[in-house]
């Protein structure tokens, strides 16, 4: 599924990495986190859409908020895509959001196009 999600990164917004590993010196929890989809756009700022399967992440909410807040403080735009029937996490900044995705119907260009939308918004 997450590699759907990362074909139509690549088919929407261009320059976009599966799996890549990133360090930044402000990251408190971690020294790295691999990232499931980073966008690097022409210009703004980088992307990181974080593909939370239910089941996988059933009870990773804690980690998921970490890695988020990290990524956050690193300058990166944070996009969860939370598999139906996992709840919203407590993250409230402008920079994140969340979107619900249905694994018995994907529809990964049509998410990512409200992707691009979103991140449009917030290019610095």
């Not at 499931?36 to 992440?57: C, F």
């Not at 988020?68 to 409230?92: M, N």
């Amino acid at each position: 599924m997450e590699l759907d999600y990362h074909a139509a990164a690549v088919n929407t917004v261009c320059r976009a990495a599966s799996g890549q590993s990133v360090r930044h010196a402000t990251f408190a929890r971690r020294t790295q986190w691999l990232v499931d989809i980073t966008v690097e756009p022409p210009q703004g700022r980088k992307l990181a859409i974080e593909y939370d399967g239910s089941y996988w992440h059933a009870n990773k909410a804690e980690l998921d908020v970490e890695k988020s807040l990290d990524l956050l403080q690193a300058g990166y735009l944070v996009v969860r895509l939370r598999e139906h029937p996992l709840p919203p996490l407590p993250i409230h900044d402008p920079r994140y959001t969340e979107f619900v995705v249905y694994a018995m119907s994907p529809t990964p260009e049509a998410t990512l196009a409200l992707i691009k939308q979103w991140a449009a918004t917030h290019p610095y």
